[in-house]
C-alpha cells in the first residue's frame, strides 16, 4: 500500500518544528514531542531511520541541518515514504536554487506549505515532477546568492500535463528527423582464486536511449536474449532500462594469474589480462585488484599498460 502518512515535520538539529502539515486525524498534533522525546534526547536518531511509539511509526531521515519526519499511524510502505522524501527535497531544491536547510525553509515557508498541499492528498504522495508543478506553481522562491540560475520559462497547458499519463515528457515535441539513439553500459564484477577458477561474477547493466521522436509514440524494442532480458519490451521513450544478471555471464576478459612464493618474506605475482570481446566494443574504469598479506611492507611492478600502487588501506596491489 501507499505511505498513508497522518503527518509530516520539519525539524531542525534542536528539535523546533520549522514546518508541519497534518494530512488526518488519526494522530495528535503533539506528536513531534514523542519523536523529540523518545528518539532525539536520547540520541538513538543514527541508529535505525523507522521507530515505533505507541500505535505510530516515525519515518524520518536527515537532510542538511533539517529532520524531515513522517507519522503514520498504519502499516505503511517504508520504501515509498523515504522515495517520497527524497524526490520532495529535489523539488524544493528546484524551487529554492538548490539549497535545502533550515534558512531555506524558514525564508520560504508560504511556498512550502502551498507544494506540501500539492504533492501529498489526505497522506498519499500525489505529482512531484518540478517540471509539471511549475507549470501552474509560478511563485518563485527565495534564493540564496550562490545558487543556480532560474530555469528557463514553463510551458503552457499545465492541465494536460497534470493529468496525463506521464510526467517527464511535455506535449508537443516535433523533430525534422525521428531517430533513436541506444547505448548499452555494463558493468562486471568478477571474483577469481588464485588458480583462475571464478568464484563470483555478476554484470550490472542498463540501456540508455536518446529519444528524438515526435509526439508520444509507442516503441517497440527487439532485445537479444544473450542480454537476459525479455525478448520484447514496450516502452514509452522512458531514458533507462537497468538489469542485472549472475549466471550465464560471458566474461569480456580472460585473467591468466600466477603466483609464486620466492622464500618466506617474498612474493611473485604475475597477472595477464586479454580482452575477448569484439572489435566494435570497448571497455573503461578496468581495475584489478590483488589480495595480499596484511604483513606486506613494500612491493614492486612492473606493467606493460597503465598503472600499479600498493593500496595498504584494502591490503590490494591496484592496477589501473
Not at 508541519?20 to 538513538?44: P, S, W
Not at 536474449?225 to 525479455?230: P, Q, S, V, Y
Not at 612491493?299 to 600502487?309: D, E, I, M, Y
Amino acid at each position: 500500500m501507499p505511505v498513508a502518512a497522518s503527518a509530516i515535520y520539519f525539524l531542525n538539529l534542536r528539535g523546533d518544528v520549522l514546518i508541519n502539515r497534518l494530512y488526518r486525524d488519526d494522530v495528535g498534533g503533539n506528536m513531534v514531542d514523542a519523536f523529540r522525546m523518545h528518539i532525539m534526547q536520547t540520541k538513538e536518531l543514527g541508529t535505525c531511520p523507522v521507530r515505533q511509539i505507541g500505535g505510530c511509526s516515525f519515518l524520518y531521515m536527515r537532510i542538511s541541518n533539517v529532520y524531515i519526519v513522517i507519522v503514520v499511524s498504519s502499516n505503511a510502505n517504508v520504501a515509498c515514504a523515504f522515495k517520497f522524501v527524497v524526490e520532495a527535497v529535489a523539488l524544493f531544491k528546484s524551487y529554492f536554487g538548490g539549497a535545502f536547510d533550515e534558512d531555506a525553509i524558514r525564508n520560504n515557508f508560504v511556498l512550502i506549505y502551498e507544494l506540501l498541499d500539492e504533492i501529498m492528498d489526505f497522506g498519499y504522495p500525489q505529482n512531484l515532477s518540478p517540471e509539471i508543478l511549475k507549470l501552474y506553481i509560478t511563485q518563485e522562491g527565495v534564493r540564496s546568492p550562490f545558487s543556480s540560475k532560474p530555469s528557463e520559462k514553463p510551458v503552457p497547458n499545465a492541465t494536460l500535463q497534470v493529468t496525463g499519463a506521464v510526467g517527464w515528457r511535455r506535449e508537443g515535441l516535433v523533430y525534422k528527423k525521428n531517430e533513436v539513439f541506444l547505448d548499452i553500459v555494463e558493468s562486471v564484477n568478477l571474483l577469481m582464486s588464485s588458480k583462475g577458477s571464478v568464484l563470483r561474477c555478476d554484470v550490472t547493466g542498463k540501456i540508455l536511449m536518446k529519444c528524438f521522436l515526435s509526439g508520444m509514440p509507442d516503441l517497440k524494442l527487439g532485445l537479444n536474449d544473450k542480454i537476459g532480458l525479455e525478448k520484447e519490451s514496450q516502452l514509452k521513450s522512458r531514458p533507462a532500462k537497468r538489469y542485472r544478471i549472475t549466471e550465464g555471464v560471458n566474461l569480456p576478459f580472460r585473467v591468466l594469474p600466477t603466483i609464486k612464493e620466492l622464500g618466506r618474506t617474498r612474493m611473485e605475482v604475475n597477472v595477464k589480462v586479454k580482452s575477448v570481446f569484439g572489435a566494435k566494443m570497448f571497455a573503461l574504469g578496468v581495475v584489478v585488484k590483488v589480495p595480499v598479506p596484511k604483513q606486506t611492507a613494500k612491493a614492486s611492478f612492473q606493467v606493460t599498460s597503465g598503472r600499479a600502487k600498493y593500496n595498504a588501506s584494502i591490503d590490494c596491489l591496484v592496477w589501473k
